[in-house]
């Protein structure tokens, strides 16, 4: 029988981590740059989702980074998964974020990567799934070249300068962002919510990438960010990052596989918002 990998990696160990997935990000991010502004291969389409052949293009680079250096971890994306199911680590991976944004040629788009450490005992086959604990996240904006990082017990950090939420406390003075997913189903549930805050505050935003989104919140360019019916790919490196600059990242299992709402705030401003919307949606 396989001995099991060494449990938590070391500080040194995670640091060495970052570093790979920074370069993993970085050169996805190249091929992002490079082909903005040219015609894209569409592999599959529906009324409010784009899937581009940039995108599978874009994991296999970060793959291809990540299993050279951590053979032993697997990795969850978007566009597919490999190694082991249940392996000690596993990296959650969005090759591009904001993918619409990208096809149509709108510079507003990512690269998200984060490193989860399996921290319940739960074994393969066992009953319930296991739990994982972020350790690290990486979120890069290529058109900006704007890097944002977190490491866990260090804080976030934008282009290695520190980062911190915004404290903001009055509504009427917030932005929030708002996400309307990919399904009928989400943007009617989504649209009452609109309503319900676009007179309390200052503005909202919606720009279509959910890991700009909560890096935006996580440097104090917004306050709050809402979704319901986001993936894990979306989310696990931006929420970390924010949790990481001092914010919280509330986020909720939605029925479907790797599928949640969120209220991501600059750690003040949950329990108003809660008050004023209702994050649910049955498509995922
Ligand atoms: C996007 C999310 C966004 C959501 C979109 C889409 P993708 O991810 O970042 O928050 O509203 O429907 O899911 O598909 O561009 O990686």
């Given at each position: 029988m396989?001995r099991?990998?060494?449990?938590?990696?070391?500080s040194?160990?995670l640091?060495?981590?970052?570093?790979v997935a920074?370069k993993?990000?970085q050169t996805?991010?190249q091929?992002?740059?490079r082909?903005l502004?040219?015609?894209?291969?569409?592999n599959?389409?529906s009324?409010?989702?784009i899937?581009l052949?940039?995108?599978?293009?874009c994991q296999?680079i970060?793959e291809?980074?990540?299993r050279?250096?951590f053979p032993?971890h697997?990795?969850?994306?978007?566009?597919?998964?490999?190694?082991e199911?249940?392996?000690?680590?596993?990296?959650?991976?969005?090759p591009?974020?904001g993918t619409?944004?990208?096809?149509?040629?709108?510079?507003?788009a990512?690269?998200?990567?984060a490193?989860?450490?399996r921290s319940s005992?739960?074994?393969?086959?066992?009953?319930?799934?296991?739990q994982?604990?972020?350790?690290l996240?990486?979120?890069?904006?290529?058109?900006?070249?704007?890097?944002?990082?977190?490491?866990r017990?260090?804080?976030?950090r934008?282009?290695?300068r520190l980062?911190?939420?915004?404290n903001?406390?009055?509504?009427k003075e917030?932005?929030?962002?708002?996400g309307?997913?990919?399904?009928?189903?989400?943007l009617?549930k989504m649209?009452?919510?609109?309503?319900?805050?676009?007179h309390?505050?200052r503005?909202i935003?919606i720009m279509?990438?959910a890991?700009?989104?909560?890096?935006?919140?996580?440097t104090g360019?917004m306050d709050?960010y809402?979704?319901?019916?986001?993936r894990l790919?979306?989310?696990?490196a931006?929420g970390?990052?924010?949790?990481?600059?001092?914010g919280e990242f509330?986020h909720?299992?939605l029925?479907g596989?790797?599928?949640y709402?969120?209220i991501?705030?600059?750690g003040?401003?949950?329990?108003r918002?809660?008050?004023?919307?209702v994050?649910?949606?049955?498509?995922?």
């Open positions: 396989k099991p990998i060494t449990a938590i990696l070391k040194e160990q640091n060495q981590a970052l570093a920074v993993a990000a996805a991010g091929m992002m740059r082909n502004r040219v015609a894209k291969k569409v599959a389409a009324q409010h989702d899937k052949d940039l995108d599978v293009q296999q970060i291809k980074c990540l050279k250096a032993q697997s990795i969850l994306g978007e566009e597919g998964d490999c190694g199911a249940h392996s000690l680590y596993r990296w959650v991976v969005d591009i974020d619409v944004n990208f096809a149509y040629g709108i510079p507003h990512c690269v998200s990567i490193l989860q450490y005992n739960v074994l393969p086959g066992l009953a319930g799934a296991p994982y604990q972020t350790e996240g990486v979120v890069y904006d290529p058109f900006c070249e704007e890097m944002w990082t977190a490491v017990g260090q804080p976030a934008l282009n290695d980062i911190q939420v915004s903001r406390q009055q509504l917030t932005i929030i962002s708002l309307f997913a990919k399904h009928q189903d989400s009617e649209l009452p919510n609109f309503q319900a805050m676009v309390r505050v503005k935003r279509g990438s890991a700009l989104d909560l890096v935006y919140v996580a360019r709050a809402l979704e319901a019916g986001v790919w979306d989310i696990a931006g970390f990052i924010l949790e990481c600059a001092g509330w909720q299992p029925p596989e790797h599928f709402r969120v991501a705030t600059n003040t401003l949950r329990s918002l809660e008050k004023l919307v994050l649910t949606t049955t498509k995922n």
